[in-house]
C-alpha cells in the first residue's frame, strides 16, 4: 500500500549531476507472485463494472466507440495486442482494464493494490504497468491473472519498457537517488540495478544491446542492456525521451537566450547526438523556435487541475522523492500528474525524416539537412493536462496521427503535410494515439477512451506508445 509523508524534515538532495560512477548493483527484494489481499481480478459479467461503450458518429463521418471510464481521470496511452486493449483506469484510479478493441466491451479488469496505472506495454503474452503510487505488475494479457509484483517507490511518473528478456523502469529510492532497474520480465527477478540523476520523461527506450534514459533534468544516457553498464552521458537540457533511428539519435533541446537584464527566453529546436559518445553531432539546433511552453507559470497551462488531481491522490505539496524542481527548471512542469503526462516534442523518425510537434506547428524534417520539408502551424492554444497543445504523433500507413488539447484528432500525409481527415472528441487529449488494425485509439484527459474507425485497414502497427515496448518503433 502507498504511504506518503507530507511536510518531510529531510530535505533531498537534488542531483543535477551528468554521471554517477557506480558499478550495477542487484538488489536483494524479491517481486511477489499471486493475487494479494490488495488485488483483485474480475473477469465474469457478474463482476464485472457496468460498463457499456456507445457507439459514436462523428462530424467528419468517420464512426466508432467512446467508452466513459469511471473516476473522469486522464488516460494514458492505451496497448493494442491480439484484439484487445490495455489501459489504465486513469491517474489516481486503482483499476486496469483489457477491452476489446473493436467493441470498446470490458473483458477483465485488475483492480490494484496502489493508485495510477501508467501506460502499459505488450510483450510475449505479457502486459506491463506500473501505479504512479510505487508497484510495476506483470499481468497475463488474455486472462489479467497476477506474474508477478514489485514495490519500488513513490511516485512512479514513467512508464516500463520491455525487451524479450527483461523490463526496464525507474524509480525513487530510500537513498535520495532516482535509480533505473532492469528486472526478468517472467519473474522479477533483478538483473541490475544504477543511480541517475532524477526521474524520466516518459519511458525508457531500447534499440539494439542499449537502452537510452533522458531524466527530467535534461540528463540523456546510454546503457548496456545486459549488464547496466554505463556508456555515456550528457547533460543536454534535453526535453523528450531520444528517438534512435539509424544509429543516431533525434531528441529535443532547450535553450536560453538572455533578454534585457533579468530575464530569459526559453527555444527549442531537434539535435543530434552520436550514438558512440552522446555529443552532439550539429552546432546549431534544427527548427529552434521560441517555446513559451516550456515556462512554468504560463497562462495557457492547467495549473489548478494539476493541483486538484495531485491533491486527490495524497500530494498537497510537491514530493520531495520526485524532484520536481527539475522539471520546473528544465519543462515547466511542477505537479506529479504533469510529469506523468508530459511526453515533450518527442520525433517519430521514419524513411530520413523526422516528425514532430513543437508547439502549435506540426513538422517534418529531412534528417539529412535538417531543413524542413514541410510544416503546418494550427490556431490552437489548448493544452492538455501534460502541458502541450499537441501530444507526439503516432505513425502508420505512411500517416501521421496527433491528438490536440482542443480534443480534435488529425491525420495527416507524411509525405506532404495534407490532412487527410480530423475529428473532434470530446475531451482534451495528453497522450500519443495508438492505431491498430484500422483504427485509432484516442484516450482524453476526463477519462474518454474512444476507438476510431480510420476507413483504412492498412492504418495498422503503432500498438502503444512509442509504438511497441521498447518505444522506438
Known amino acids: 500500500m502507498k504511504w506518503r509523508i507530507i511536510g518531510l524534515g529531510i530535505v533531498l538532495f537534488c542531483f543535477g549531476i551528468s554521471q554517477i560512477e557506480e558499478l550495477p548493483k542487484f538488489k536483494e527484494t524479491v517481486p511477489q507472485q499471486g493475487i494479494d489481499a490488495d488485488d483483485e481480478l474480475m473477469r465474469s459479467p457478474e463482476e464485472l463494472p457496468d460498463l457499456v461503450p456507445k457507439p459514436v458518429v462523428f462530424d467528419g463521418g468517420h464512426t466508432g466507440w467512446k467508452l466513459q471510464v469511471p473516476g473522469n481521470r486522464p488516460l494514458a496511452t492505451v496497448a493494442y495486442e491480439d484484439g484487445l486493449l490495455f489501459v489504465g483506469g486513469g491517474y489516481g484510479s486503482y483499476e486496469f482494464y483489457a477491452i476489446e478493441a473493436q467493441t470498446g466491451k470490458v473483458t477483465w479488469m485488475f483492480r490494484t493494490g496502489d493508485d495510477g496505472p501508467t501506460a502499459a506495454v505488450v510483450r510475449k503474452g505479457y502486459v506491463v504497468f506500473n501505479t504512479e503510487s510505487c ?69 525508457p527506450i531500447i534499440d539494439k544491446q542499449s537502452v537510452y534514459i533522458t531524466c527530467f533534468d535534461g540528463t540523456v544516457y546510454r546503457y548496456n542492456t545486459k549488464n547496466g553498464k554505463l556508456v555515456w552521458s550528457q547533460k543536454k537540457q534535453a526535453t523528450c525521451a531520444p528517438t534512435i533511428y539509424d544509429d543516431k539519435i533525434f531528441i529535443s533541446l532547450r535553450q536560453e537566450q538572455k533578454v534585457g537584464d533579468d530575464s530569459v527566453k526559453q527555444y527549442e529546436g ?59 527548471e528544465n519543462v515547466g512542469q511542477y505537479s506529479v500528474v ?12 521514419k524513411n530520413n525524416c523526422s516528425y514532430n510537434a513543437m508547439g502549435n506547428e506540426l513538422q517534418c524534417l529531412d534528417i539529412t539537412s535538417g531543413k524542413k520539408v514541410w510544416s503546418n502551424t494550427i490556431t490552437l492554444e489548448e493544452e492538455g493536462i501534460g502541458g502541450r497543445v499537441f501530444a507526439p504523433p503516432a505513425y502508420a500507413n505512411s500517416k501521421l496521427f496527433f491528438g490536440a488539447g482542443n480534443g480534435e484528432v488529425f491525420c495527416i500525409q507524411a509525405k506532404d503535410g495534407k490532412l487527410l481527415w480530423k475529428e473532434k472528441v470530446d475531451g482534451s487529449v495528453s497522450f500519443q494515439p495508438a492505431v491498430a488494425k484500422g483504427m ?14 480510420t476507413d483504412d485497414v492498412k492504418d495498422d502497427g503503432w500498438y502503444m506508445w512509442g509504438g511497441n515496448s521498447e518505444h522506438n518503433k
Open 135 to 203: 508497484i510495476i505488475y506483470v499481468l497475463k494479457a488474455k486472462t489479467g491473472e497476477k506474474v508477478w509484483e514489485k514495490w519500488l517507490g513513490d511516485p512512479l511518473m514513467s512508464q516500463p519498457a520491455v525487451d524479450d528478456e527483461n523490463v526496464y523502469m525507474a524509480y525513487p529510492g530510500g537513498d535520495g537517488y532516482h535509480h533505473l532497474a532492469c528486472m526478468k520480465l517472467n519473474n522479477g527477478n533483478p538483473v541490475w540495478d544504477v543511480k541517475i540523476a532524477g526521474d524520466l520523461i516518459s519511458a
Open 270 to 328: 531537434l539535435a543530434t547526438l552520436n550514438n558512440d559518445d552522446g555529443e552532439q553531432t550539429q552546432t546549431e539546433l534544427w527548427v529552434k523556435r521560441e517555446a513559451p511552453y516550456l515556462v512554468y507559470g504560463r497562462r495557457t497551462a492547467k495549473t489548478e487541475a494539476q493541483a486538484e488531481l495531485d491533491a486527490s491522490v495524497g500530494f498537497g505539496s510537491a514530493p520531495g522523492t520526485a524532484k520536481l524542481n527539475q522539471a520546473k
Open 338 to 349: 504533469g510529469c506523468w503526462a508530459y511526453q515533450g516534442s518527442r520525433p517519430v523518425v
Open 440 to 453: 485509432v485509439f484516442v484516450s482524453c484527459d476526463n477519462g474518454l477512451l474512444y476507438g476510431i474507425h
